[in-house]
């Protein structure tokens, strides 16, 4: 089993909000964040996808697929939006770096075809990033 990362960045803008909490829980919870004008991140996504080398290529993944999928499915969905108003998921679910990870953990996986996804990694600074492994990541493998 050999494990493979590529990364991309983007740019997204998003506010923290719960309808079901009181202006106040808003504010105690979410601080600044809850400001719904909303305020910009640099994200940077790191795709890891696993599997065995393939003898005759001595390549694990098709890295154009892989770079095209990150494209096609994550970026030109995510980079430069207002994530709470431009995409969909982020309507009703609250647009932090674990419910990205997870939604971009969805966007991919269904597309992935040679390689497994084995983790999706989002830094919302160079300080703090979030690992998503997986629905079902405990009894994997
Ligand atoms: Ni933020």
């Known amino acids: ?28 919870i979410f601080g600044k964040c809850n400001n719904p004008n909303g305020h910009g991140h640099n994200y940077t996504l790191e795709v890891t996808v696993k599997g065995e ?7 694990v993944v098709d890295l154009k697929q892989l770079k095209e999928t990150m494209h096609f499915e994550v970026l030109d969905a995510l980079d430069h939006r207002f994530l709470n108003k431009e995409v969909p998921e ?5 647009p932090t770096t674990e419910n990205l ?5 969805q966007r991919l996986k269904p ?4 390689a497994q996804l084995h ?11 979030v690992d ?10």
């Not at 982020?90 to 609250?94: A, D, H």
């Not at 998503?132 to 493998?141: A, I, N």
């Open 101 to 105: 990870a997870i939604s971009i953990w």
């Open 119 to 129: 983790r999706v990694r989002v830094y919302e600074t160079a300080d703090l990033f």
């Open 90 to 94: 982020f309507r009703t679910l609250i």
């Open 111 to 114: 597309k992935l075809k040679t």
């Open 132 to 141: 998503f492994y997986g629905e079902d990541s405990q009894d994997s493998e």
């Open 1 to 28: 089993m050999i494990y493979l990362t590529r990364k991309a960045e983007f740019s997204a803008s998003h506010y923290y909000h719960n309808p079901n909490f009181t202006p106040e829980e808003n504010h105690r």
């Open 53 to 59: 080398v393939d003898s005759r290529s001595g390549f």
